[in-house]
């Protein structure tokens, strides 16, 4: 059965910086194509962040130059490092494997003075 579990969300002040964890069970994450998605209240969802099985990355403009993605197969986790965060980065963050249509809980990110 296919399970991600995000964690890693809080508040944190404009120019701070955020991990994300998505701990994965079920499948591989060295395999799989896995995704960040954000979504703020009255907007449409966002993909920031995808990184393929071969481990190619793609960014939307609105986050490229401050969130990696990255991937840990040893403990099968998917990582969203945010630095230089906004207020405009506050929303819901959602692990995603699109293949399979497969999503966490969501973890609250915002950002504020």
């Known amino acids: 059965q296919v399970r991600l579990v995000e964690s890693g969300g809080g508040l944190v002040q404009p120019g701070g910086s955020l991990r994300l964890s998505c701990e994965a069970s079920g499948f591989s994450v060295g395999a799989a194509i896995m995704a960040w998605i954000r979504q703020a209240p009255g907007k449409q969802r966002e993909m920031v962040a995808r990184?393929?099985?071969?481990?190619?990355?793609y960014y939307a403009d609105s986050v490229k130059g401050r969130f990696t993605i990255s991937r840990d197969s040893t403990d099968n986790t998917v990582y969203l490092q945010m630095d230089n965060l906004k207020p405009e980065d506050t929303a819901v963050y959602y692990c995603?494997?699109?293949?399979?249509?497969?999503w966490g809980q969501g973890t609250q990110v915002t950002v504020s003075s």
């Open positions: 995603n494997r699109p293949s399979v249509n497969a």
């Open positions: 990184i393929r099985g071969n481990g190619d990355t």
